[in-house]
């Protein structure tokens, strides 16, 4: 950059030096005959020195490269200078780019000053790196999280088998009952940690939808759920068509559907379903009775294995902790929004919006 500013003034000087000579050194003539001297005895004007295009070219080119090079010089300098204030925020981005790279990405560059676009680029590599962080630390603790849940189910399988072995004597069929309990949940879990992948990824065929005949397909699944738990079900709206995964949708709409099942009073529930097409989405809202829950606490449930301690649930369907966040991951790979409220009464109302079709 330096050599930039400093040839950039070189050639404006240049130029200048040849607008000087374009348009007033090449007018001025070549003298080439003498004036003749005067006649003896009688007087004559003084002498006068006249310059010609010879002269004038003499004294103008030693002055014209003595400037030459002081704006070379001086192009030099100030480019250097100038040079190293313009790129000081580029040098710290990119050391932060380095500590990034070397794994630390808690690093800002946070450069202060007027907002221009070197700040501008300085903001946007904070927020940049600031997801980073965030998406980095959320895959660590799902790992975590995910190496837990599934070591619990081996864990028991393991002690059963270890149980048996020691007690030959014992009752097989409590022995199968069990390890089959345990290995449905390895399977659950892992289908589930399947699932919330694909979601993530978004690499899926879309077609036309509609919302409101998942809605009552699900209900229509999750019936004898509804009835063992004796929990009214009911499926209102009208048509609500968007683009998308049939499957992944439907495996929205069933995990909300079987969550507000589980998650609801021990007996004389009720779980709304409703749909609808408001302007330019399509919207689905499952809302269910139950217990009430603190504001802090709706939040954290899209979370994976997060578990609210505080809601009503049977033993037999404990979940592992994935519903809503499997719910989260489809929403947002369908460039939708998930609504999360605690209900007035308790319970908890969520609403989905997705982007519409006509």
Known sequence: MTLSYAGFAMLTGALLLATVWVFLLRYVPEVTALPQPPEPGRPG????????????????????AA?????????LLGGWILAGRMLAPLTRIAQATRLAAGGSLSHRTRMAGRRDEFRELSDAFDSMLEQLESHVAEQRRFAANASHELRTPLAISRALL??????????RDELVERLYAANKRAIDLTEALLLLSRG?????ARESVDLSLLAEEAAETLLPLAEQRRITLDVTGGAARTS????LLWQLVANLVQN?????????????????????????????????LSPELVPLLVEPFQRATERAR???????GLGLA???????????TLDLAPGPAGGLLVTVRLPGLP
Do not use: C, K, M, Q
């Open 45 to 64: 004007p003084p002498a006068l020195f006249v310059p010609n295009r010879s002269d004038l070219l003499r004294a103008f080119a030693p002055r014209a």
């Open 67 to 75: 400037v030459l090079a002081v704006v070379l010089v001086l192009g």
């Open 162 to 171: 270890d149980v048996a072995r020691g007690d030959p004597a014992r009752g």
């Open 200 to 204: 993530d990824r978004g690499d899926f």
């Open 244 to 247: 998308g995964s049939a499957e």
């Open 260 to 292: 507000a099942l589980v998650h609801n009073l021990p007996d004389g529930g009720t779980v709304r379903v409703h749909t609808e097409a408001h302007g330019d989405a399509s919207v689905l809202r499952v809302e269910n009775t139950g217990r009430r």
């Open 314 to 320: 049977t033993d037999g369907h404990a979940g592992v």
């Open 326 to 336: 499997i719910v989260h991951s489809i929403v947002r790979a369908h460039g939708g």
